[in-house]
């Protein structure tokens, strides 16, 4: 019996016979050229991950409406100039013998872009995530909305797509008629749930109309609102099976949306694997055609127990497919411990479109910049030396190497990671372990001489004479310039998730940023009570915007532990400490232990002694200025592919 059964039984909708039941979700890149139409980057990017293996892909959502757009970098299908663009899409996917659905959509009030140019059109003039309210679409709207989503398919048909899909998640138009939270309406459109659904349900009748009988219709949803007096799952049981009598022939079980705390729509590593498919599987209790589940999925193992349970039809793998898409090859060959695992980090894919940027991922540097991405092993082999075995050095020697260069790479520490691993030691963050591990022996099975425990310093490096250096030497824990900062009972946050200190009640952290709050995360795993964790911010740098930080946030509130923000520490003393909070002068006490995580400076000793012997080096990560992996990976990459 095959281990992926379930996964690899091929299944028919109306005219599309896929081959398995793996589906790349929609992912935004925003590649799109400034006209909305496709780009080489968007081609590019689709060749790649057309090549996963999976059965069915959907791509990013592209707008039926030019008010419906999202902003810059995003797909139009508003007219027929998109056709031959997006036709280019369709071969990508069809020479890897797959199938392709294009999911269409209006923004309706979620658009900054549309609301500042006074195009937002919305159910109700209701403000949504942006705080600005949109116009109430009046009957001549809804018909025009409603006639361009029946032209969007038939341009969908005209480019080859096998199937169209229906935006009706995560906020958008669709759902914002569906939710009393932004529909107000009094005439037939508004109303009690049931009654809400008939915009969707006019939109699907037409494009049913347009696209004839035969043509598949996907529908995705967010079956759970999950936002304060939203819809809930029952009341999407309640007329589900209303889409299917419209036309729809699939059902993409999403939830949330963008307003739902804790990052629902991207849901973060607290997410196990496949935490959505019960949502999945109560859909598949009240219809009868295909349903997909989505969620945290990175393996095929967990997606297989998926559909073996019976509460899907199909999985649908996003964000690893931007880390590692070559996670179906490698389960299907038997070697599944050799994929990447997606970080659910969420920095280099949604948070970047979110500032307007184009798609990146943190751990993979190929992910928005296949058109720069070097495939072939260079003309010359170069002698790289690199410094520093965290992210950004074991990128940039993984990547030299496999560009066939000979590189040697200096770990003054007895394990690679920097300071990756210390980030492996917070709640939920082992993954960061896992991908450090694998990157390193990557690394060494590209060629990559790795030598551990060994300082790389001025003479080295000259004695070596390679042609190309890179430093990533990383960053370190400032120690703050505090009275009593050199206490018996001031520690080292690093050396706290080093595991290399004795913990104890009544702590203070100084340092409410990512570093400060893992680490009390930490000490709560440890059930350390009656902790402060202290910080000079007016807000916590943590945003809670940003699903990670929501949950640590919380995580900490429910322990009982306590944020002072605005505070000053003044003076560090045994058993107490006196801060300064909002301009008054407070003693804290009792304070049995100090932690500090007051920020990393660059650690670029190295950098400064090559300038004065002239010798040309790359400096990369954050030994350039402390940031994130993102960052590091980055430059790393672009150090190694620079190297003629
Ligand atoms: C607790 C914690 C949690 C974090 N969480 C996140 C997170 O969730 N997401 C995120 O993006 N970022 C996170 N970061 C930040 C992230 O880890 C860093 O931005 C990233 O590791 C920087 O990579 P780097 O390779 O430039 O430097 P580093 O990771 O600092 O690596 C530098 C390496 O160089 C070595 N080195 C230094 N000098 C020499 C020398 N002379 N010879 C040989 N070797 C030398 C060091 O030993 C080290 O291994 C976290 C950091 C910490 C401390
Ligand atoms: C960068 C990015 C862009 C996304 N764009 C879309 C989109 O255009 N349409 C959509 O329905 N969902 C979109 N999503 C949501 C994904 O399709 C998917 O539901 C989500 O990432 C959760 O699945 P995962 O945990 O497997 O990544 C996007 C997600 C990310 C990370």
């Not at 949502?279 to 999925?297: H, N, S, W």
């Not at 082999?381 to 200096?410: E, S, Y």
């Not at 004065?612 to 080096?617: G, V």
């Amino acid at each position: 019996m095959n281990r992926f059964e379930h996964l690899l039984k091929p299944l028919r909708i109306k005219s599309m016979e896929l081959s398995n039941r793996v589906v790349l979700p929609p992912i935004t890149t925003m590649l799109a050229n400034g006209d909305h139409s496709v780009s080489d980057a968007n081609t590019a990017y689709m060749k790649r991950v057309a090549g996963s293996g999976a059965g069915l892909i959907i791509t990013e959502v592209a707008a039926v409406h030019p008010d419906g757009i999202e902003g810059p970098g995003m797909l139009g299908i508003y007219d027929d100039r998109f056709i031959s663009g997006l036709s280019s899409v369709v071969s990508e996917v069809h020479k890897q013998k797959h199938k392709v659905m294009v999911q269409i959509y209006h923004v309706g009030r979620e658009s900054q872009y549309q609301l500042e140019r006074g195009r937002a059109a919305a159910p109700s003039a209701l403000a949504g995530i942006f705080k600005i309210a949109p116009r109430e679409m009046n009957r001549e709207d809804i018909g025009e909305v409603i006639h361009c989503f029946g032209q969007a398919a038939i341009r969908a048909r005209a480019a080859g797509f096998d199937g169209v899909e229906l935006h009706a998640a995560h906020g958008y138009l669709l759902m914002q008629f569906l939710s009393e939270l932004s529909n107000h309406r009094l005439d037939e459109y508004g109303g009690n749930f049931r009654e809400r659904s008939r915009f969707i349900l006019e939109v699907i009748r037409e494009v049913r109309s347009q696209v004839g009988p035969d043509y598949p219709i996907s529908i995705r949803i967010s079956a759970e609102e999950y936002a304060v007096g939203g819809y809930t799952i029952e009341d999407m049981l309640g007329i589900v099976h209303l889409f299917v009598e419209a036309g729809i022939d699939m059902i993409h079980t999403s939830f949330g949306t963008q307003a739902s705390p804790g990052g629902m729509v991207c849901p973060t590593i607290e997410y196990q694997p496949g935490f959505n498919a019960q949502l999945a599987a109560q859909i598949k209790t009240v219809v009868d055609i295909p349903v997909i589940a989505v969620g945290r999925f990175t393996n095929l193992s967990a997606a297989e127990k998926t559909l073996a349970r019976g509460d899907a039809d199909l999985v649908a793998f996003g964000r690893q497919h931007l880390a590692d898409p070559k996670f179906f090859w490698n389960a299907l060959e038997g070697k599944e411990e050799a994929t990447v695992e997606c970080l659910a980090c969420n920095q280099g894919c949604i948070e970047r479109l979110y500032k307007g940027k184009g798609i990146r991922c943190a751990i993979n540097p190929e992910t928005g910049q296949e058109l720069i991405y070097p495939e072939r092993r260079s003309g010359k082999i170069r002698k790289v030396l690199v410094v520093g075995a965290g992210p950004a050095g074991l990128t940039a020697a993984f990547q030299a190497a496999r560009l066939g260069h000979q590189v040697v790479l200096l770990e003054k520490e007895g394990n690679s990671g920097g300071q990756v691993r210390l980030a492996a030691r917070a709640p939920y963050k082992d993954v960061y372990g896992r991908w450090i591990d694998k990157l390193t022996k990557t690394a060494i099975r590209a060629g990559v001489d790795i030598r551990l425990g060994q300082t790389a310093d001025i003479d080295f490096i000259k004695k070596e004479a390679a042609d190309v250096v890179i430093i990533a030497t990383g960053a370190r824990n400032i120690r703050p310039a505090i009275p009593g900062i050199n206490s018996p009972h001031v520690i080292d946050a690093w050396q706290v998730l080093q595991g290399a200190a004795e913990l104890t009640d009544h702590t203070v952290i100084i340092g409410g940023g990512l570093v400060g709050m893992e680490t009390a995360d930490y000490l709560r795993e440890k059930r350390i009570s009656n902790v402060v964790v202290v910080d000079t911010l007016l807000r916590s740098p943590v945003k809670k915007s940003n699903g990670h930080g929501y949950m640590l946030h919380r995580r900490l509130n429910e322990a009982g532990y306590q944020l002072w923000l605005e505070t000053r520490i003044i003076k560090i003393e045994t058993e107490q400490l006196t801060v300064e909070k909002a301009g008054e002068e407070k003693l804290l006490r009792p304070v049995r232990q100090v932690i500090f995580a007051a920020g990393s400076s660059p650690f670029n000793k190295l950098g400064y002694a090559l300038e004065k012997e002239n010798i040309p080096y790359h400096l990369i990560g954050d030994a350039c200025r402390p940031r994130s992996i993102l960052e590091a990976v980055e430059e790393g990459a672009h150090a190694a592919w620079s190297i003629q």
